[in-house]
């Protein structure tokens, strides 16, 4: 069974920085992107950014290009988000996802169970 563990989340002020971690385990993640959503209460999921299998296969949202940086341990099925200038928008729950494209919620197989991030002005 396929589970999806995030860490790194809280509260932090405008300007700030965050890394967010993501485990996976009981699968095998070869053939996915592992990544990130985020959902504010009211809207819906929103693709923040995913990671392939190869190294510089990195995608973002257009909203935290420049700002953020995912990276891939695939010795221990993980994926990380830093998030650096951050910003009141960037309040949200962020979602652990793995997909066959990783981009789209259409395409997610797996959710991990959301880790809050608080911006504060």
């Known amino acids: 069974q396929v589970q999806l563990v995030e860490s790194g989340g809280g509260l932090v002020q405008a300007g700030g920085s965050l890394r967010l971690s993501c485990a996976g385990s009981?699968?095998?993640?070869?053939?996915?992107?592992m990544g990130w959503f985020r959902q504010v209460p009211g809207k819906e999921r929103e693709f923040v950014a995913t990671?392939?299998?190869?190294?510089?296969?990195?995608i973002y949202a257009d909203s935290v290009k420049g700002r953020c940086t995912i990276s891939r341990d695939n010795t221990n099925d993980s994926v990380y988000l830093h998030m650096n200038n951050l910003n009141s928008e960037d309040t949200a729950v962020y979602y652990c996802?793995?997909?066959?494209?990783?981009?789209?919620?259409?395409?997610?197989?797996?959710w991990g169970r959301g880790t809050q991030v608080t911006v504060s002005s």
């Open positions: 996802a793995v997909g066959t494209i990783g981009t789209r919620e259409s395409t997610i197989n797996y």
């Open positions: 009981g699968g095998t993640f070869r053939t996915y992107f």
């Open positions: 990671h392939g299998w190869m190294a510089g296969s990195a």
